[in-house]
C-alpha cells in the first residue's frame, strides 16, 4: 500500500485548455478517496493522470516516496478497474483473474493460490469455470476487482465502475466494494459522477468542477459545511433550494418571510446586500405536525404540487426572484449538468402531512441550518471555512471555461 500525493497538478492540451486545473489532493495510506463531480469536471482525467494514462503538464505526483511523473503505467503498481469490465470474452474467469499474473510470469502454483484467495473474498468459486459473457453485470464486476487484487498492487483506482449496471445491482456493489477496501486496507481512487456513490463510500471526497477542486473533506462535511453554491447544489438530493435573501440584524428575510438566524451566523451576512440562501428540504416541515418549534420560524404559503411517497412527502411551492439570483441560478443548472434549479421552494415533510395542492400551508423551517451565499463568488458566508475541508480561494474562475474532459 502507499499514500498518492497529488501537488499542483496541470493537465494542458496543446490549444491551452487545462482539463484538470492546480489541483492538489492527498490521499492517505488505506484511505479510500472519492473524485466527484458532473460530466467535464476532469475526474477522470486526474484519475489517468495518476496511473499514468494521461502526461502531466505540470506539478508533482507522488506514490509512496516516489515521483511517478515520468514512469510508465506498469512501473506504478496500480490496479484500475474500469467502468466497462475490460475482461477477456474467451477466457474463463479464473484466467480472466490470472492475466496480470501469467503477464508477471508467476509459477502456477502462486498463481493458483492467488485466483482462489481472490475468487473466495468476492465470493466467485462457483463461477471459475465461466466466460464473462455468462455472468450477471455485477458478477462481471466483481471479476475485474478479482484481477485487481492478484496483483498485489500498491492501490486500487477506479474509473466509474458501476454506471453500466442497474440501481439494485449498484447498491449491492457499493456494500461489496466497502466491505472489500476495508477488509483489505488498500489506498482506494474511486472516480464517480453518482453523489450517492460519493456519499456512502469515501472517506473523504474530492469535488471538482470544470478541472479545479472545489472542496476536500468528509461526506458529512460536504452535506452540512458546503463552502460555495456549486457544493451546496451538487451534494444532496433533492438539492438544496436558493433563494433571494437579506439580512437585517438576526433576521433573514425571505421570499415567503422572515426567519430568526442564530447571532453567529446572521453577524457574517451582515450588510452584505442581497444574498442567496441556501435551505435543504428536510430542514422544513408541515408545521401543524411538528410540535416542537424549537430554534425554527413559521410561514404561510401556496403549495402548487405535493407528491405523498408513504413515509414522506414532498410539497412544491413557486416563489419570484429578482433578475441577478435568477442568472445565478440558470448558471448553477449550467455548471451542475443541467440539474433542475427552478425558483421552487422544495420542502420534505413527514407521510403523515395532511397539506393539500392549491391551499395555503403553514410550514415550518430551522433557521439554524440556512446558509447565506455571496452571489458573485457563491462563498458560502455561514460557514467556518477553517472546518470545512480544504476549499480553493474563491471567485477564482480560470475554470470559467469550456467543459473539461472526464
Given at each position: ?291 416542537d418549534h424549537g430554534t425554527g420560524s413559521t410561514f404561510r404559503a401556496q403549495v402548487e404540487v405535493v407528491e ?99
Amino acid at each position: 500500500m502507499a499514500a498518492i500525493d497529488i501537488k499542483n497538478i496541470v493537465k494542458e492540451y496543446g490549444d491551452g485548455f487545462a482539463a484538470v486545473n492546480d489541483v492538489s489532493i492527498d490521499v492517505q495510506d488505506g484511505e479510500f478517496m472519492i473524485l466527484v463531480g458532473p460530466s467535464g469536471c476532469g475526474k477522470s482525467t486526474l484519475l489517468r493522470m495518476i496511473v499514468g494514462l494521461e502526461d502531466i503538464t505540470s506539478g508533482e505526483m507522488r506514490i509512496g516516496d516516489k515521483l511517478v511523473n515520468d514512469l510508465a503505467p506498469r512501473e506504478r503498481n496500480l490496479a484500475m478497474v474500469f467502468q466497462n469490465y475490460a475482461l477477456y470474452p474467451h477466457l474463463t474467469v479464473y484466467e480472466n483473474i490470472a492475466f496480470p499474473l501469467r503477464l508477471a510470469r508467476a509459477s502456477d502454483e502462486e498463481i493458483d493460490r492467488k485466483v482462489r484467495a481472490a475468487s473466495k473474498t468476492l465470493e466467485l468459486d462457483e463461477h471459475l469455470d465461466r466466460k464473462p459473457g455468462n455472468l450477471s453485470g455485477g458478477q462481471r464486476q466483481r471479476v475485474a476487482m478479482g484481477r485487481a487484487i492478484v496483483r498485489e498492487a500498491d492501490a486500487f483506482l477506479f474509473d466509474e465502475p458501476l454506471s453500466n449496471l442497474d440501481a439494485k445491482l449498484r447498491g449491492q456493489m457499493r456494500t461489496e466494494i466497502t466491505r472489500l477496501q476495508k477488509r483489505l486496507g488498500i489506498t482506494t481512487v474511486y472516480v464517480t459522477h453518482d453523489q450517492t456513490e460519493a456519499m456512502t463510500l469515501g472517506h473523504r471526497v474530492a469535488v471538482l468542477k470544470r478541472g479545479v477542486l472545489q472542496q476536500l473533506a468528509t461526506p458529512r462535511e460536504l452535506y452540512e459545511n458546503p463552502g460555495n453554491l456549486f457544493v451546496a447544489g451538487f451534494i444532496g438530493s433533492p438539492p438544496m433550494n436558493f433563494l433571494p435573501a437579506t439580512v437585517e440584524g438576526t433576521s433573514v428575510k425571505l421570499p415567503f418571510g422572515t426567519v430568526t438566524l442564530p447571532p453567529e451566523r446572521a453577524e457574517k451576512a451582515a450588510g452584505k446586500g442581497l444574498l442567496m440562501a441556501g435551505i435543504r428540504p428536510e430542514h422544513f416541515e408541515d408545521a401543524s405536525v411538528r410540535a416542537d418549534h424549537g430554534t425554527g420560524s413559521t410561514f404561510r404559503a401556496q403549495v402548487e404540487v405535493v407528491e405523498w411517497l408513504g413515509n414522506e412527502t414532498y410539497a412544491y411551492i413557486p416563489f419570484e426572484a429578482p433578475p441577478e439570483v435568477e442568472a445565478q441560478l440558470r448558471q448553477l443548472e449550467h455548471d451542475l449538468d443541467g440539474e433542475s434549479m427552478h425558483t421552487q421552494l422544495v420542502v420534505s415533510l413527514d407521510g403523515s402531512s395532511r397539506i393539500r395542492e392549491g391551499e395555503e400551508a403553514e410550514i415550518w423551517v430551522d433557521g439554524t441550518k440556512i446558509h447565506l451565499f455571496e452571489p458573485s463568488t457563491g462563498e458560502n458566508l455561514t460557514v467556518d471555512h477553517a472546518h470545512a475541508g480544504r476549499i480553493p480561494a474563491l471567485g477564482n474562475e480560470a475554470a470559467e471555461q469550456p467543459s473539461a474532459v472526464g
